[in-house]
Nanobody
Framework: QVQLVESGGGSVQPGGSLKLSCAASGFTFDWYSIGWFRQAPGKEREGISCISFSDGVTYYVNDIKGRFTTSRDKAKNTVYLQIDSLKPEDTAVYFC??????????????????WGRGTQVSVSS
């Protein structure tokens, strides 16, 4: 059974940090690139990062560059999203998703085969 399970979300104050995890099972993890998306209340789901299966190259939207870091641990079939200097506008449900390409069209939800259910990140003082 294919599964992506996100964890690590929570409620933090502005300026804080969180490390989200995306644990994969039921498919050959090494063959899939993993994207991170987020969906704020009342807004569409947006792609924010991707890590390529082939070479580990990472991609980020400009809004989060320098604050978000995507990494992977192949031995644990897990991808991480380190979020630093959190802002209230980072409040959203964060999702991970898997695609068989090297982050092609990585910001588009339609490019992904599998999705997790998300983890909530809330930033407020």
């Amino acid at each position: 059974q294919v599964q992506l399970v996100e964890s690590g979300g929570g409620s933090v104050q502005p300026g804080g940090s969180l490390k989200l995890s995306c644990a994969a099972s039921g498919f050959t993890f090494d063959w899939y690139s993993i994207g991170w998306f987020r969906q704020a209340p009342g807004k569409e789901r947006e792609g924010i990062s991707c890590i390529s299966f082939s070479d580990g190259v990472t991609y980020y939207v400009n809004d989060i560059k320098g604050r978000f870091t995507t990494s992977r641990d192949k031995a644990k079939n897990t991808v991480y999203l380190q979020i630093d200097s959190l802002k209230p506008e980072d409040t959203a449900v964060y999702f991970c998703a898997a695609q068989t390409y090297g982050c092609a069209g990585w910001r588009e939800t339609t490019e992904y085969d599998f999705w997790g259910r998300g983890t909530q990140v809330s930033v407020s003082s």
